[in-house]
T-cell receptor, first 110, second 113 residues
Framework: GQQLNQSPQSMFIQEGEDVSMNCTSS?????WLWYKQDPGEGPVLLIA?????ELTSNGRLTAQFGITRKDSFLNISASIPSDVGIYFC??????????FGQGTRLTINP | DVKVTQSSRYLVKRTGEKVFLECVQD?????MFWYRQDPGLGLRLIYF???????EKGDIPEGYSVSREKKERFSLILESASTNQTSMYLC????????????FGSGTRLTVV
């Protein structure tokens, strides 16, 4: 099956900094989603994007669905310690199946 | 509070053992999925099911099988556990009636020795 290329694989930042990560694919997706996994837990949905060019915010998080439908990015503004975790992008493949990126591990120095 | 519950958080098994990982959801979701999570590889789909008694292979089904006898329960079976199956296993469920997002369980960290 296809995979999404997510970058960077890891980030080490200072508290208060902004964060940016992205996902690219060789195929077109009709839906992009972003998940966050806290240590020791399963991933939780953060943002879902349904239209090319769509820009959606959820608090300090902003995500965009690329105009080519082959990419998406997630920004986190003014990072705080609870933002630590692994962030996954996912694209919808077929009717109900998602394909996930490799994940971006975010570490924050206080 | 809606939930996907995985029966064990941590499991240690010996090579060659038959291993059962259980997943139960209380949301009446039609779709259920099993993923394994390995560092640098993200989430890889093992098997999924869109209905009771229905199953389809994902991207890495070798060495695994599944069972879905009831709508709420989806079991992952390692027929003969091997050390390369040491991993974090995540179960998820979803429903076309409730959008495309998956609800994940907390995961089972399996170590095969």
């Amino acid at each position: 099956g296809q995979q999404l290329n997510q970058s960077p694989q890891s980030m080490f930042i200072q508290e208060g900094e902004d964060v940016s990560m992205n996902c690219t694919s060789s195929s077109i997706f009709n839906t992009w989603l972003w998940y966050k996994q806290d240590p020791g837990e399963g991933p939780v949905l953060l943002i879902a994007l349904y239209k090319a060019g769509e820009l959606t915010s959820n608090g300090r998080l902003t995500a965009q669905f690329g105009i080519t439908r082959k990419d998406s990015f997630l920004n986190i503004s003014a990072s705080i310690p609870s933002d630590v975790g692994i962030y996954f992008c996912a694209g919808r493949e077929g009717a109900q199946k998602l394909v996930f990126g490799q994940g971006t591990r975010l570490t924050i120095n206080p | 509070d809606v939930k996907v519950t995985q029966s064990s958080r941590y499991l240690v098994k010996r090579t060659g053992e038959k291993v059962f990982l259980e997943c139960v959801q209380d949301m009446d979701h039609e779709n259920m999925f099993w993923y394994r999570q390995d560092p640098g590889l993200g989430l890889r789909l093992i098997y999924f099911s869109y209905d009771v008694k229905m199953k389809e292979k994902g991207d890495i089904p070798e060495g695994y099988s599944v069972s879905r006898e009831k709508k709420e329960r989806f079991s992952l079976i390692l027929e003969s556990a091997s050390t390369n199956q040491t991993s974090m296993y995540l179960c998820a469920s979803s429903s076309p009636r409730q959008g495309l997002g998956y609800t994940f369980g907390s995961g089972t960290r399996l170590t095969v020795v």
